[in-house]
């Protein structure tokens, strides 16, 4: 019997603990982790294959983190069945662990397209440290040359960006016609392209992987993958970096409704009382779109995390809202994209561009009625976070919209009510 | 808990703190040193922001909820409980730029090394952070704040 339990020991689990100990420093905390380290930061695991970062830095608390916040931790268990009407979970071993408040942050699991040669040694899913370890072996074990990640979106991008560290060979072969089609327009996204081409890394757009294919005299082992226009690409492994889907499977059976994801309200709480979701597992609020929906990313779910903490112990808080937000440091290009950065129909909206071809520079807003809804920045990022402040707080920028991308733009550009709504002096 | 705080009537412009944070954290601490043999040059965490007749000095403000603490993707980025600055280990960061990306200051940026980030320290190490001392007019003040 525990007065809280939580699924899941990553982003939203960790931040959870934390905000629960905020109000309640005595109730009992049970955390239920599949992992034996869960406090490591995910975002990481690229650093970790390009030899920049080792267990010890990727750790975002200390070891004695369960300890200090007295949590029972029950790591390296699975939860396998819950019932909401009697509130239990019970783990693979039998074991029945009781709530009072339950936190479903289960994270998502790596999306692998059906296709023949899955089983070939040399097909790796791209989400986890044990997911890095494996691929560093294999690697170093080996001597791999030469690799296909399957998905230019972060993962993939970033994964590319470890494996040339390592002297691979790498494609990338990206269903969209543009790599990081998710969080890019065709211009930042032909700049991030032509500095990775330029690196000796192949891209191939618009085509999936087929199937797997084996080696001539080992076809048990990867020796390529074959795409949906018929050519073939010869490689020593196949890394499959497409994205994750929400890991619902302990719902189904309940009364907690689902769409692609956990449905939440903006206090993290399930459709069934008692009972909260976050992270990748949920739907949340984008303040851009107005709506809920999947949002995989590490800073989020720990907000939501925090959210759901405070609402399972009382505290009663709002989730403002998140929307898709990336920053990307890879291949030497700072990128930061937030919201509708390249919008199908602009008929309702005006696009700000700006871009300095002997820098590199390339920014871009997004406006509707005068409110930013999207923003890319390449390799001038420093002051990008303003431009986030003024979307999130859908503040109308109409009086000064001609100033936003010029160079001199700085906070001493903002009309004064607005600084003083920053505090930013006295 | 201490806070810098900008006076904007008093600022000139004049960039004397920008200066002096650079030299503060610089491997030689002097001026003449760090400018010209230094490479890369030390950079200031400050930003003396200007349109004119506007100007004031901007750096990290050690925000009560803040978003560069909690969209950390490493845990470099915390809140020392003791004096309530928001700390950056570079130890830990990775240089993902997320702190940059909600920083609503624009306080964070690439340190030297363009592979990590660096902000305001507070110059906990000094009786006065060297800001507020190399201001020759008073535009910066560091004290006591209730949050």
Request: net charge neutral.
């Amino acid at each position: 019997m525990s007065k809280y339990v939580i699924i899941g020991g990553c982003a939203a689990g960790i931040s959870a603990v934390e905000a629960i100990r905020e109000v309640d420093q005595v109730g009992t905390i049970t955390v239920i982790s599949e992992e034996p380290c869960p406090q490591y930061s995910r975002p990481m695991i690229s650093d970790f294959v390009g030899g920049k970062a080792y267990l010890e830095k990727m750790k975002t608390r200390d070891d004695k983190f369960w300890t200090k916040q007295s949590v029972e931790a029950l790591t390296g268990q699975r939860a396998v069945k819950l019932d909401t009407v009697k509130k239990f979970v019970t783990l693979e071993n039998g074991t029945k662990v009781t709530y009072e408040k339950l936190l479903i942050a289960t994270g998502g699991k790596p999306f692998v397209p059906k296709i023949d040669g899955l089983d070939k040694d040399g097909v790796f899913t791209f989400t986890s440290l044990s997911d890095a370890e494996r691929l560093v072996s294999k690697i170093e074990a080996m001597q791999l040359k030469k690799a296909v990640v399957v998905g230019a979106g972060l993962i993939g991008i970033s994964l590319t960006e470890a494996l040339v560290k390592r002297g691979l060979q790498v494609t990338l072969v990206e269903l969209q016609d543009k790599i990081l089609s998710l969080i890019l327009d065709p211009v930042a996204s032909d700049l991030v392209a032509n500095t990775i081409r330029s690196l000796g890394v192949e891209i191939i757009t618009g085509q999936s992987v087929k199937n797997v294919l084996g080696k001539p005299e080992t076809p048990n082992v990867v020796g390529g993958v074959l795409l949906t226009n018929g050519c073939q690409v010869l490689c020593d492994c196949v890394i499959f970096a497409i994205g994750v889907i929400p890991r619902t499977e302990l719902v189904v059976g309940t009364d907690i409704k689902t769409n692609r994801g956990i449905i939440v309200d903006n206090y993290m709480q399930t459709t069934v009382p008692d009972v909260y979701a976050s992270g990748d597992v949920a739907e949340v609020y984008d303040f851009v779109l107005n709506q809920n929906r999947l949002l995989p990313l590490w800073p989020l779910a720990v907000l939501e995390g925090k959210v759901a903490g405070y609402n399972m112990a009382g505290k009663k808080t709002e989730y403002s809202g998140g929307t898709n937000m990336s920053s990307l440091k890879y291949f030497g290009i700072p990128i930061v994209s937030i919201g509708l950065t390249n919008p199908k129909d602009v008929s309702s909206l005006e696009v700000l561009s700006a871009q300095s071809a002997e820098e590199n520079v390339y920014k871009k807003l997004v406006l509707k009625d005068n409110v930013i809804v999207g923003m890319i920045f390449v390799n001038d990022i420093e002051k990008a976070g303003i431009f986030f402040y003024l979307m999130k707080n859908k503040i109308n920028v109409q009086n000064f919209k001609h100033v936003l991308l010029s160079k001199t733009f700085s906070l001493a550009t903002l009309p004064e009510a607005i600084r003083k709504e920053m505090k930013i002096s006295e | 808990m201490k806070r810098i705080i900008a006076k904007q009537e008093h600022c000139m412009g004049c960039g004397l703190c920008e200066v002096g944070c650079a030299v503060q954290h610089s491997k030689s601490k002097d001026p003449i040193k760090a400018y010209n043999h230094e490479y890369p040059k030390p950079i200031s965490r400050i930003r003396l922001e200007l349109n004119k007749p506007v100007s004031f000095a901007i750096q990290c403000r050690h925000c009560e909820n803040a978003p560069c603490v909690v969209a950390c993707l490493t845990g470099a980025m915390t809140r020392d409980e003791e004096t309530g600055f928001v700390k950056h280990n570079p130890e830990k960061c990775m240089g993902c730029w997320t702190c940059i990306m909600v920083c609503p200051y624009g306080a964070i940026k690439a340190d030297v090394s363009g592979k990590i980030v660096a902000k305001c320290d507070a110059c906990t190490e000094l009786s006065v952070p060297v800001c507020v001392a190399s201001c020759p007019n008073g535009a910066l003040e560091c004290k006591e704040v209730t949050s």
